[in-house]
């Protein structure tokens, strides 16, 4: 037993002795992407609607707590201050921006109440998405958000002053970037992290305005002599007005105007198709009367129009569906002028891209979209949405829509409003010049330049802070504010590995 006892001392010495020799190795710091994805998950235990953003600005006020750092509210926006870190005092401060809130949608059946849960994420391979795909994920912004804060929680990475702004309602309105207190942004640069496409810059996003044709309509006696049709086209494949206008899809609204503009003595009973001014017609449906004389002649015509519309549009829209169904005539329709009005004015609007950059290649310059038509309680509506990267332009596409409808001499009344501005910086401007140089010494590959239809907060920011440098990137996010929204796990490391070169050496950055 002695022995025994002895033996075993001498063993746990030796192996006590040996762990001296051969300590266990400390714990590794995070990398980058690991923080950010830490911090994305924290963010998405949060509930965080737009609008509803009060949970996420106490996690990011007591985030900021935590770490010593200024922390202010400024309107509903969370702004938090970090210093320079030693030897980077005089470098240029940053603005890092990104948006708190996040669009809500839920699974068909799948129960969850956005006010008071959070979003259950989950890793697949390279790509972060909802648990069972049940809810949208929250990558536009979280993603966002949470590469700053891991910005902010570093303790190594060289950087000026930075100033952090986490806005509110970016999704349906831009509420928190009105409501930004004028001058409270001090540094001479902003960098938006709300783009979703990594490898790419945005430069530039669209201006528009809204304009409706109305037109009051006086039915009359539906002749005897004519018949009556209702024609459809739908399942067309429709889209972003902005985004997916220059994808070459096929507008509904418009694809039967421009047939019935090509018959004689077609008059109108309905016309009504389109969602909204904003997405690109889908649908469309018409209640047309031709003359009993002209009825073979229209329905072979109608055929073969749309037969070759459907083949001329097979690679964009796939399932385009058209059809012609002979109803009985009803009561009334508009009388020859008045149809002829409607008519022509939908099929010589501008519809789709007017005018095509001149900067970047696949952008549109001018763009216009017909979303919405419709007669109800006698006037009827057609709904334009121009987008565009310069003014002018847009006046410009305005004016085309009205000669297009006779506005003033037809009957035909025009309103032009829900205007808002676009963000258009001159690609020689420094922060755009320093960016590009930055991501080919870091990936040694060019970063691609894109424009877009739609909007992002700098454009308010560019309004009310005329000089300020501004650029937007972010890592790969598909299908947002859908439940089968992912984010792309490389993608955030290249995020964060660009947005590190370009503070570390900001240095070289200059007015």
């Given at each position: 037993m002695r022995k025994l006892f002895v033996l075993c001392s001498m063993l746990l010495l030796l192996s006590a002795c040996q762990k001296e020799d051969n300590p266990m190795p400390p714990p590794q710091p995070e990398t980058g992407t690991e923080a950010v994805l830490k911090f994305f998950k924290e963010i998405n235990a949060v509930p965080r609607p737009s609008k509803h953003e009060d949970k996420i600005r106490d996690y990011l006020s007591a985030f900021a707590a935590e770490r010593n750092l200024l922390c202010i509210n400024d309107n509903g926006n969370i702004i938090i201050y970090k210093d320079a870190t030693a030897g980077m005092e005089d470098a240029p401060s940053v603005c890092l921006q990104s948006h708190m809130d996040?669009?809500?949608?839920?699974?068909?059946?799948?129960?969850?109440?956005?006010?008071?849960?959070?979003?259950?994420?989950?890793?697949?391979?390279?790509?972060?998405?909802?648990?069972?795909?049940?809810?949208?994920?929250?990558?536009?912004?979280?993603?966002?958000?949470?590469?700053?804060?891991?910005?902010?929680?570093?303790?190594?990475?060289?950087?000026?002053?930075?100033?952090?702004?986490?806005?509110?309602?970016?999704?349906?309105?831009?509420?928190?970037?009105?409501?930004?207190?004028?001058?409270?942004?001090?540094?001479?640069?902003?960098?938006?992290?709300?783009?979703?496409?990594?490898?790419?810059?945005?430069?530039?996003?669209?201006?528009?305005?809204?304009?409706?044709?109305?037109?009051?309509?006086?039915?009359?006696?539906?002749?005897?002599?004519?018949?009556?049709?209702?024609?459809?086209?739908?399942?067309?494949?429709?889209?972003?007005?902005?985004?997916?206008?220059?994808?070459?899809?096929?507008?509904?609204?418009?694809?039967?105007?421009?047939f019935l503009s090509e018959q004689d003595h077609v008059l109108l009973a309905d016309y009504t198709g389109g969602k909204a001014a904003n997405a690109i017609a889908a649908n469309v449906s018409a209640t047309v009367l031709v003359p009993q004389a002209d009825k073979e002649a229209f329905e072979n015509a109608y055929n073969t129009y749309m037969a070759e519309m459907k083949k001329h549009h097979s690679t964009k829209d796939p399932d385009m569906y058209y059809g012609i169904q002979p109803?009985?005539?009803?009561?009334?329709?508009?009388?020859?002028?008045?149809?002829?009005?409607?008519?022509?004015?939908?099929?010589?609007?501008?519809?789709?891209?007017?005018?095509?950059?001149?900067?970047?290649?696949?952008?549109?310059?001018?763009?216009?979209?017909?979303?919405?038509?419709?007669?109800?309680?006698?006037v009827f509506t057609a709904k334009y949405l121009i987008r565009g990267f310069h003014e002018p332009n847009i006046a410009d596409a305005a004016g085309m829509i009205e000669t297009a409808w006779n506005v003033g001499t037809s009957g035909a009344e025009s309103r032009r409003f829900g205007s808002f501005s676009a963000w258009s910086p001159e690609l020689t401007t420094p922060v755009l010049i320093y960016a590009q140089a930055a991501y080919q010494k870091t990936f040694d590959k060019p970063i691609v330049l894109r424009k877009i239809g739609a909007g992002l907060e700098l454009s308010e920011f560019a309004r009310t802070y005329p000089d300020l440098q501004c650029l937007s990137f972010g890592p790969t996010i598909h299908n947002p504010h859908s439940v089968i929204e992912c984010v792309e796990i490389p993608s955030v490391e290249e995020t964060w590995q660009f947005l590190i070169a370009l503070i570390q050496d900001i240095k070289n950055l200059s007015k």
């Open positions: 996040m669009v809500c949608v839920a699974a068909e059946g799948y129960e969850i109440d956005f006010l008071t849960q959070g979003i259950e994420q989950e890793v697949d391979g390279d790509v972060i998405h909802s648990k069972g795909y049940k809810t949208s994920l929250g990558a536009d912004d979280g993603i966002g958000v949470a590469t700053v804060l891991a910005l902010l929680d570093n303790k190594t990475i060289a950087h000026g002053p930075l100033e952090c702004l986490f806005t509110w309602d970016e999704e349906t309105g831009f509420g928190g970037a009105i409501a930004l207190t004028p001058g409270i942004i001090k540094s001479p640069y902003l960098f938006n992290i709300d783009w979703e496409q990594g490898g790419e810059m945005c430069i530039g996003t669209s201006g528009g305005l809204c304009v409706d044709i109305t037109l009051n309509t006086s039915p009359q006696v539906a002749p005897s002599t004519y018949v009556a049709y209702q024609l459809e086209v739908n399942r067309l494949t429709g889209g972003h007005s902005g985004v997916d206008i220059t994808e070459g899809h096929a507008n509904a609204i418009v694809l039967l105007a421009r109803l009985d005539r009803p009561a009334t329709c508009l009388d020859v002028a008045q149809s002829k009005t409607i008519i022509e004015g939908l099929a010589k609007a501008p519809q789709d891209v007017i005018e095509w950059s001149w900067e970047v290649n696949g952008a549109f310059e001018t763009s216009d979209n017909v979303g919405w038509v419709a007669i109800q309680d006698g």
